[in-house]
T-cell receptor, first 115, second 115 residues
Framework: KQEVTQIPAALSVPEGENLVLNCSFTDSAIYNLQWFRQDPGKGLTSLLLIQSSQREQTSGRLNASLDKSSGRSTLYIAASQPGDSATYLCAVKGRGGGSQGNLIFGKGTKLSVKP | ETGVTQTPRHLVMGMTNKKSLKCEQHLGHNAMYWYKQSAKKPLELMFVYNFKEQTENNSVPSRFSPECPNSSHLFLHLHTLQPEDSALYLC??????????????FGQGTRLTVV
């Protein structure tokens, strides 16, 4: 059964710092991995999707990497801003059919960027 | 705006009430999902519909009853809920199949409080 872990659970940094959020998963047979952002009481906003054949994806100040063999992904945020404060969720989609192909989420990392 | 719209955004209901949550997507996706998000827990997948057919019921109590009349609309009918059912209910949609981009898009959620 796939399990997704995100470390740390919470992170507080001063504005301008570069930071890394970590995600690990137990079953490397994934189809893709997706990073989301969630503001308090709101839905999820998709940030980046990495296919299993890819090593990284970039969007603006965000860079996500994937090491499928070791079951790890990182989300790098450059030059953090107070507006980046949110909970960041990692989810993996399995390769199998049926329930194995569903998105499995981690608990998220709550990021606070102080001005 | 993600292309997935949920109504209502907030709902307070008594344990004897019957209410429905609605989700609508305009992205041409063929799969729709209901997730439950409770405090300090990962997102829990509740139901999956592919091409209007239910393909996943993740051991959800019968007091939650999903309905998918077409690929663009998804409902969650609620009756005789318990206070522990209070949570943020999120709807998502995506393409399915290995030939498609299966990036998932989420609605803003319905914050449900059962009193």
């Amino acid at each position: 059964k796939q399990e997704v872990t995100q470390i740390p659970a919470a992170l507080s940094v001063p504005e301008g710092e570069n930071l890394v959020l970590n995600c690990s998963f137990t079953d490397s047979a994934i189809y893709n991995l997706q990073w989301f952002r969630q503001d308090p009481g709101k839905g999820l906003t998709s940030l980046l999707l990495i296919q299993s054949s890819q090593r990284e994806q970039t969007s603006g100040r965000l860079n996500a990497s994937l090491d499928k063999s070791s079951g790890r992904s990182t989300l790098y945020i450059a030059a953090s801003q107070p507006g980046d404060s949110a909970t960041y969720l990692c989810a993996v989609k399995g390769r199998g059919g049926g329930s194995q192909g569903n998105l499995i989420f981690g608990k998220g990392t709550k990021l606070s960027v102080k001005p | 705006e993600t292309g997935v719209t949920q109504t209502p955004r907030h709902l307070v209901m008594g344990m004897t009430n019957k209410k429905s949550l609605k989700c609508e997507q305009h992205l041409g996706h063929n799969a729709m999902y209901w997730y439950k998000q409770s405090a300090k827990k990962p997102l829990e997948l509740m139901f999956v519909y592919n091409f209007k057919e239910q393909t996943e019921n993740n051991s959800v109590p019968s007091r939650f009853s999903p309905e998918c009349p077409n690929s663009s609309h998804l409902f969650l009918h609620l009756h005789t809920l318990q206070p522990e059912d209070s949570a943020l209910y999120l709807c998502a949609s995506s393409h399915t199949g290995t030939a498609m981009n299966t990036e998932a898009f989420f609605g803003q959620g319905t914050r449900l409080t059962v009193v």
